[in-house]
């Protein structure tokens, strides 16, 4: 890594940055939100990095929220693509956000880290309810699939935050053997939402997934999830709202009373719902190294 | 660091030892154990480290095994001690091993990461039951307490590993309030046993904690760690054997249904029972990052 690539940021401003989260607690509020993405913003640099290639918005389908960049090393070549899905609650959220280091962070820690970065932005609620989310993570690693050899992409991780985790963990519930047969070789479920008959409806849930909760059986991914042999990391924040921790346990404790032992998993001790995902690529980044064993583990 | 305390591990060499540990699946035999040591014993270095001070053998009671060795940066000052309480099954188990880096790879660690590093022995079965290894524990503490002002030790963090997180767990809930009052202000509790009552009987854990099964409800510390304000980080392996995964499990399961939040806790991803503390001090590793998390959230 050259020092022009080598981010500078100090102990103290860590140190700084996680009392800070600490003290905002694990309400998930709009205030909550932007003062951590404030704090972790100028801990990333913003300057386009020399050592990573960033091509952007490629067309996975119709609509002008399929649109997906790739971020691949200059110097190290992989064959696997981490595919970013990001979160914003179902109506909101986007990949790239000019000016600011969120979510380009994870396709340059990707690309740095062994694998090729690729983040993506799908269609959103009310618009586009369930699965549309679901329906175009699946498209999107399709597109991989199909356009990817370019790149030297053989195999694809998903990785989804929040509501990306729950369009991820939908996307494998309905169409598993789809996304193996595209090379989907892994996923990774940060502080999703797997079951709906106990998550904490709101309305912007509900714009995704519909009024009626008698249809929220049927559209959980969490029994399926269970089922599935595709090898997946759950992970979860330590300072997560007590509705998101109790849907990460309550998919770790039917994976492992159903397994006998427990998925991988990680907890970002620490970090809240969001302050995990824009930490990535900064020292002392739990969720990094855990992608990178779970990655590992999954060639061993 | 200097050149001559950089560990010189490769990528390689260490992707090699976790797919070697990936091979030897959970189940908990001598033979795992004897190849799980073997595999990482070359990854450290073995030279008497030139920027950490090893101080043996201070003795904290009576018995030949109540003592401690310890481990303090040359440059660095701090006011934590990390207190290693190994494992063996209650009737084996060495802080140190002549010839060996294990566990001297934990104190060195400790004093390079923030932290003035200790190790233990304690008192075996079937000679000392049940409580004696908890009882030295606090003991140990307390010796840390009343001697380690000449190392500036003002807080005292315990780790236990296996029947070494049996015991500080037990220290805990037979003796919270000393423990506070000594200066140990939280524990890293790795691959234990908390209920006795759903544990694996067999012949070494009864020698420790007797043969009558009727005792083992109020032998069992978990239902005291629910109730412990001492903050503790919840430890287990990927590839432990199922029953301490349920051990480990069932803690979790009990403090997050007690307290509505999971406690912090840390899966090592690619490790066995033992290999997670052996790795500890190479790159990549899950644990000490954890312990670093966890320790600086307790000043937070």
Tied chains: 1, 2.
């Excluded at 932007?34 to 050592?51: C, K, N, R």
């Excluded at 918005?57 to 064959?79: C, N, P, Q, T």
């Excluded at 719902?273 to 002392?284: E, F, K, M, N, R």
Aim: a negative charge.
């Amino acid at each position: 890594m050259s020092a022009s690539t080598m981010n500078r940021v100090s102990e103290k401003e860590l140190e700084d940055a996680r009392r800070a989260v600490a003290a905002l607690g694990n309400s998930l509020t709009p205030s909550m939100l932007e003062q951590t993405t404030a704090l972790y913003a100028g801990l990333h640099d913003l300057e386009p990095p020399d050592d990573v290639a960033i091509i952007r918005d490629r067309v996975y389908g119709a609509d002008e929220r399929h649109r997906i960049d790739l971020f691949k090393s200059v110097s190290a070549a992989s064959d696997t693509a981490l595919l970013f899905v990001h979160g914003g609650g179902f109506v909101a959220g986007d990949k790239r956000k000019p000016g600011s280091p969120f979510y380009e962070n994870i396709g340059i820690w990707a690309a740095r880290n062994g694998f090729v970065g690729a983040t993506m932005t799908y269609r959103l609620a009310p618009a586009s309810p369930w699965p549309a989310g679901a329906d175009d993570v699946v498209a999107a690693a399709a597109w991989l699939a199909d356009n990817g050899s370019a790149y030297g992409i053989q195999n694809i991780i998903l990785f989804g935050q929040s509501a990306g985790a729950a369009h991820v963990a939908t996307a494998i519930a309905l169409q598993e053997q789809k996304l193996a047969s595209r090379g989907v070789v892994g996923a990774v479920l940060l502080s999703g939402v797997y079951d709906l008959t106990i998550a904490n409806p709101n309305a912007v849930s509900k714009a995704y997934y519909g009024e009626d909760a008698s249809l929220y059986a049927a559209r959980s991914s969490q029994s399926a999830l269970v089922a599935a042999k595709l090898p997946m990391l759950v992970g979860m924040a330590e300072y997560d709202p007590v509705h998101f921790q109790r849907q990460s346990m309550g998919l770790i404790q039917a994976i492992s009373a159903a397994r006998k032992v427990l998925p991988p998993l990680v907890q970002l001790l620490g970090h809240n719902h969001l302050s995990g995902v824009l930490h990535l690529g900064l020292p002392d980044d739990q969720l990094g190294l855990a992608i990178r064993l779970f990655a590992a583990g999954l060639k061993a």
